[in-house]
């Protein structure tokens, strides 16, 4: 399949600056593609570079296989929503997603029908006669959406739009934004820094990190098969450690660490060398208070703070040379470990992702 908009070699510069290095990407036609990434890694430059706000320096931008470097943003086919909403507080709300199709000069009739159609979509048929200052945070969101929507754009470019909403209504807005996109079957270019709704709301996550992507992939694949340490470390948490690899066995690998034997797999597109690093998720790791016969390998510690978190409870462990290890298991009333205690750690073979260091 075609992808409707695709960047290659896209590039970037602020004077001596280098901010976007010369990126790939292709995005599918009707998927929810999030481009994920901490402050100032290039992801609100990539969007409004697909946007026509800003131009590369270098590379092109395909929208439907045609290049837009040179397309000013008004006749691409593409809409933006940005985090501050935008909304003009003397319209109504009517007004406000008509606006478009007003300075497009579509009869008055026409704008009817289609302003009702997405106010019908997005769920606020009784708020039209309302005005911004109205309306809660998460209304407003949804405004700024039907209005971006109103004249069917083939891409809906959406940066960080959910940032200024409580947490609660955030999490609300992530359900209903990802079910918005699947009714419409709308391309949605998503920006956030914020993993949890990245993972939520994603059909592709693209990871960025100082001006590149380190990878592209499922949310399911990026947060069980890392393909980077910055990614591992990056997407929710978890525990990384220097290994060597010293025998590879029929479905994993068998590593070092600190002279004590480990074990692992090794993470996809990875090319064995000499310096490896372990990463494993706190929910993986096993904890024992003597040594399991029926482990695959056992690491001693002694844990250091046993903290409860509501549904789970993470429990700090510090190895005998001094790194810290953090394991989570469901809360079950009164935790199974106290501060002070010796335990022992452990996790499946296929728990323990091996990536280049």
């Not at 008509?98 to 009702?116: E, F, H, I, N, S």
């Not at 700090?316 to 009333?333: C, E, F, K, N």
């Amino acid at each position: 399949m075609n992808p409707i908009v695709e960047l290659v070699q896209v590039e970037k510069r602020f004077g001596s600056e280098t901010v976007v290095k010369g990126i790939d990407l292709a995005v599918r036609k009707g998927e929810f593609l999030t481009i994920l990434g901490p402050s100032g890694c290039g992801k609100t430059t990539t969007l409004r570079m697909i946007a026509g706000f800003e131009r590369p320096t270098g590379g092109e931008i395909l929208l439907e296989g045609r290049n837009v470097v040179d397309v000013p943003p008004y006749k691409r086919d593409v809409n933006t929503v940005f985090q501050s909403y935008a909304l003009f507080p003397h319209m109504t709300v009517y007004d406000n997603i008509a606006y478009g199709l007003k300075m497009k000069g579509v009869p008055m009739a026409q704008r009817a029908d289609r302003v009702k159609e997405v106010l019908r979509m997005v769920q606020l048929e009784p708020m039209a006669g309302r005005k911004p200052m109205q309306l809660s945070g998460g209304q407003q969101q949804r405004v700024a959406v039907a209005r971006a929507l109103i004249n069917n754009p083939k891409v809906l470019l959406l940066d960080e739009p959910l940032g200024a909403l409580d947490l609660k209504l955030r999490k609300q807005m992530q359900i209903e934004l990802k079910h918005l996109q699947q009714r419409l079957g709308i391309t949605f270019i998503y920006i956030t820094h914020d993993q949890e709704e990245a993972l939520t709301m994603s059909d592709r996550i693209a990871v960025m990190n100082q001006g590149r992507i380190e990878q592209v992939a499922t949310p399911e694949e990026i947060y069980h098969y890392p393909q980077s340490k910055y990614v591992a470390d990056f997407i929710g948490e978890t525990n990384l450690l220097d290994v060597q690899i010293v025998s590879r066995t029929d479905s994993g690998i068998v590593l070092d660490y600190a002279g004590r034997k480990l074990v692992g797999k090794l993470g996809r597109n990875q090319t064995p060398t000499d310096k490896m690093t372990l990463s494993v998720r706190p929910e993986r790791i096993r904890m024992a208070k003597e040594e399991e016969a029926d482990w695959p390998f056992a690491l001693p510690g002694k844990v250091e703070e046993v903290i409860f978190v509501g549904s789970f409870v993470r429990t700090i462990v510090r190895l005998t040379d001094g790194t810290q290890l953090h394991a989570m298991a469901p809360s079950q009333g009164k935790a199974a470990f106290t501060a002070g205690e010796q335990v022992w750690l452990g996790w499946e073979e296929a728990d323990g992702i091996v990536i280049g260091a």
